[in-house]
T-cell receptor
Framework: RKEVEQDPGPFNVPEGATVAFNCTYS??????FFWYRQDCRKEPKLLMS???SGNEDGRFTAQLNRASQYISLLIRDSKLSDSATYLC????????????FGAGTRLFVKA | DAMVIQNPRYQVTQFGKPVTLSCSQT?????MYWYQQKSSQAPKLLFH???????NEADTPDNFQSRRPNTSFCFLDIRSPGLGDAAMYLC?????????????FGDGTRLSIL
């Protein structure tokens, strides 16, 4: 089982749709959680950190469920510019620092 | 603007010919990371420096080495590149390794092997 798993998609949605991504992690020692977006042939860019209380940034909402070991990202009112790959990232301490990326979920937003 | 800068953006080398990729940062971050990312795959951490302390991932091949001569610069050396080493190499930094410390990425260097 992979340490960080995401639905690879792709998700194909029309503009204005609401779309949700989930990410599960296997190691309960995981401490920090992030969502990054990566455009084709570009570097990952931090979208938002994920906190236990949940957090929102405009159209984006991230939530963490430690008991079930998953995090989620909700995008409301999708824009064409939201088309990208969304990467779930987990930092953990297991005898040393470790950072693990999920394989990413591909999103296509169509007009 | 403070940033993470990787040079070159594109690098072509011959099979077996050593190559060095460079990364510099103006963020004054303590931690610098090197990742390898192949097409349609997640970035894979090769190693990281916490200040001068080098931390190698267990499955990073010996062919990959790194140097951090000072806080601002970090280099990735590939001693004998093979065809399987063609990939995007990403450098990232973070202030620390503690909880809630996001990583900031450079634009990457795309490495091709002839």
């Amino acid at each position: 089982r992979k340490e960080v798993e995401q639905d690879p998609g792709p998700f194909n949605v029309p503009e204005g749709a609401t779309v949700a991504f989930n990410c599960t992690y296997s190691n309960s020692a995981s401490q920090s959680f992030f969502w990054y977006r990566q455009d084709c042939r570009k570097e990952p860019k931090l979208l938002m950190s994920v906190y236990s209380s949940g957090n929102e940034d405009g159209r984006f909402t991230a939530q963490l469920n430690r008991a079930s070991q998953y995090i989620s990202l909700l995008i409301r009112d999708s824009k064409l510019s939201d088309s990208a790959t969304y990467l779930c990232v987990v930092n953990m301490y297991t005898g040393g620092f470790k950072t693990i990326f999920g394989a990413g979920t591909r999103l296509f937003v169509k007009a | 603007d403070a940033m993470v800068i990787q040079n070159p953006r594109y690098q072509v080398t011959q099979f077996g010919k050593p190559v060095t990729l460079s990364c510099s940062q103006t963020l004054n971050h303590n931690v610098m990371y090197w990742y390898q990312q192949k097409s349609s795959q997640a970035p894979k951490l090769l190693f990281h420096y916490y200040d001068k302390d080098f931390n190698n991932e267990a499955d990073t091949p010996d062919n990959f080495q790194s140097r951090r001569p000072n806080t601002s610069f970090c280099f990735l050396d590939i001693r004998s590149p093979g065809l399987g080493d063609a990939a995007m190499y990403l450098c990232a930094t973070s202030m620390d390794r503690g909880p809630g410390q996001p990583q900031h990425f450079g634009d990457g260097t795309r490495l091709s092997i002839l």
